[in-house]
């Protein structure tokens, strides 16, 4: 297990919401939500892991901007979560209600509905 750095996270000006078909569905610039979001992902910075077989797909992809530069992204599964940062990637094993609860931090809805 290894430790992901990713508090800074949230000082990003914007974050762009994909699907998993890489298409666009929502776009926060609230400075704000975006700091929230960064200080619940610091509280799980721990327990990443790169699995053999590579990471899986996410149905909903938060992409960190700061001045048209890509800071990190994650991803949110059902039971897991996903980040490429520092030039590499990792997964961890998330709470049922943590999806949920990234996307109400944003105010956004969640692409599966």
């Known amino acids: ?53 590579g990471v899986e797909i996410v149905s909903a992809q938060l992409t960190f901007y700061d001045a048209g530069r890509i800071l990190g992204s994650v991803g949110l599964g059902r039971e897991f979560l996903v980040a490429q940062r520092q030039g590499g990637f990792g997964q961890r094993e998330a709470a049922p209600d943590d999806r949920a609860e990234a996307l109400a931090i944003l105010g956004v809805d969640d692409p599966d509905g």
């Open 1 to 53: 297990m290894r430790h992901l750095d990713l508090a800074d996270l949230g000082d990003a000006g914007e974050v762009v919401l994909t699907d998993h078909m890489n298409a666009e569905y929502d776009r926060v610039t609230d400075r704000d939500a975006i700091a929230r979001l960064g200080a619940w992902l610091a509280e799980r910075e721990d327990g990443w892991y790169v699995p053999r077989e």
